[in-house]
Each structure stands twice: as structure tokens, then as C-alpha cells.
């Protein structure tokens, strides 16, 4: 069973960029696909990107599309989100979530192990 931690948010002007960070503690986080979503305030949790086991296929939701990517380190059991150009709109509770089978995912009900999530917020 896998544990997910992520980190990297906080409190960043519009344009700013921050890098979100989800640590592993599951041996097989190799074998795993992993995704990043998001909940704002008063809104469901949505797909933001994915990546597969290996790191060589990646899908992003339309909104972040150019502005974030997904990338992984198996090495380091890590994932990232490096997100740029960062707009009011992109405030929300950031989760990363991994799932037992190799290939990418958007839907939540594919995913089997969330983290607690970390809060990004972008001032205007």
C-alpha cells in the first residue's frame, strides 16, 4: 500500500510558479501510475495531469496545458508538478494520487491511493 505526502504549496502572485512535490513510500511506486487534481472552494476535485510508470506519457487537462508539467523521479519515489504562469484561478487543495496499474488515468474512481493534499493559493 502506498503512502502519498505531497508538499511545495503556498502563496504565490499571479504569473509566479511553484513546484509541487508527492513522496512515495510504496516500494512498487515504479509500477504505478500517478496523477495530480485539484479541489477549489465550492467545486468538485478535478483532473489535473498524469503521468505513467515510466515518465514517458503525460496528459494534462486543457486548463494547465503549457503552463504545468508532470514529471517523476522512481529513483526517489517522487512525483512533481512544476506549475508556471500561475493565474487567481488555479487556487485550490492539490492531491496527488497514484494508481496500481502502469498507464495514465483521469478519472478519480481509477486512482487507489490519495495524499492529504496541499494547499496552492494565487493572489491577483
Known amino acids: 500500500q502506498a503512502q502519498l505526502v505531497e508538499s511545495g504549496g503556498g502563496l504565490v502572485q499571479a504569473g509566479g510558479s511553484l513546484r509541487l512535490s508527492c513522496a512515495s513510500s510504496?516500494?512498487?511506486?515504479?509500477?504505478?501510475?500517478m496523477g495530480w487534481f485539484r479541489q477549489a472552494p465550492g467545486k468538485e476535485r478535478e483532473f489535473v495531469a498524469a503521468i505513467s510508470w515510466s515518465g514517458g506519457s503525460t496528459f494534462y487537462a486543457d486548463s494547465v496545458k503549457g503552463r504545468f508539467t508532470i514529471s517523476r523521479d522512481n529513483a526517489k519515489t517522487t512525483v512533481y508538478l512544476q506549475m508556471n504562469s500561475l493565474k487567481p484561478e488555479d487556487t485550490a487543495v492539490y492531491y496527488c494520487a497514484a494508481r496500481r496499474v502502469p498507464v495514465i488515468a483521469t478519472a478519480e474512481y481509477q486512482y487507489d491511493y490519495w495524499g492529504q493534499g496541499t494547499q496552492v493559493t494565487v493572489s491577483s
Open positions: 510504496g516500494r512498487t511506486f515504479g509500477t504505478y501510475a
